[in-house]
T-cell receptor, first 116, second 113 residues
């Protein structure tokens, strides 16, 4: 089955530690995204990548880092510099838009990160 | 950048009634407007989308309307069922930024049996 997989589903981290969230897709999508979801605030874009070995900051990139060494993988590292990391993290992917047509984004099932 | 506002934040209806969720956007360059449904503990799933060259689109009990002049779009769900209960998000995409989506803050829809 084609899809986008996030792991783990639940993650606990001690304050001051870095942690990496995994996102893998086998949809052959060019673009991948990381969103953070907090109650009552919708989805906010952290980082996105439109092509391998390239990525751009979203609206709330501070305290996060990413890499895009392979088309199918876009891991997110939550660093100790992120002051309020407890949240639900969502990864998404989409085909790059062709001409004027923007395309559907497919989401993973999310990783709930809790800082203890 | 783009700003999307969504109302109401919570909506409670009786089974069989209709539900309407409204969104406004700020950037007139936006040309793609998807709606996502998110069930508890899961990722959002696309339920319907509309592009700026279309004013209305319908898929069974779900419809979306777009008013480009007023920069607002709405989701209409008819004959609601308890399984429609979820959080619904609207979003807007600006062509020049690829598929980067800006989301509204979500509407918690509860359908009471």
């Amino acid at each position: 089955d084609g899809g986008i997989t996030q792991s783990p589903k639940y993650l606990f981290r001690k304050e001051g530690q870095n942690v990496t969230l995994s996102c893998e897709q086998n949809l052959n999508h060019d673009a991948m995204y990381w969103y953070r979801q907090d109650p009552g605030q919708g989805l906010r874009l952290i980082y996105y990548s439109q092509i391998v070995n390239d990525f751009q900051k979203g609206d709330i990139a501070e305290g996060y880092s990413v890499s895009r060494e392979k088309k199918e993988s876009f891991p997110l590292t939550v660093t100790s510099a992120q002051k309020n990391p407890t949240a639900f993290y969502l990864c998404a992917s989409s085909l790059m838009p062709q001409g004027i047509r923007s395309t559907e984004a497919f989401f993973g099932q999310g990783t709930r990160l809790t800082v203890v | 950048g783009e700003n999307v506002e969504q109302h109401p934040s919570t909506l409670s209806v009786q089974e069989g009634d209709s539900a309407v969720i409204k969104c406004t956007y700020s950037d007139s360059a936006s040309n793609y407007f998807p709606w996502y449904k998110q069930e508890l503990g899961k990722g959002p799933q696309l339920i319907i989308d509309i592009r700026s060259n279309v004013g209305e689109k319908k898929d069974q009990r779900i419809a979306v309307t777009l008013n480009k002049t007023a920069k607002h779009f709405s989701l209409h769900i008819t004959e609601t069922q308890p399984e429609d209960s979820a959080v619904y998000f609207c979003a807007a995409s600006i062509q020049t930024s690829g598929s980067r989506l800006t989301f509204g803050e979500g509407t918690q829809l509860t359908v009471n049996p």
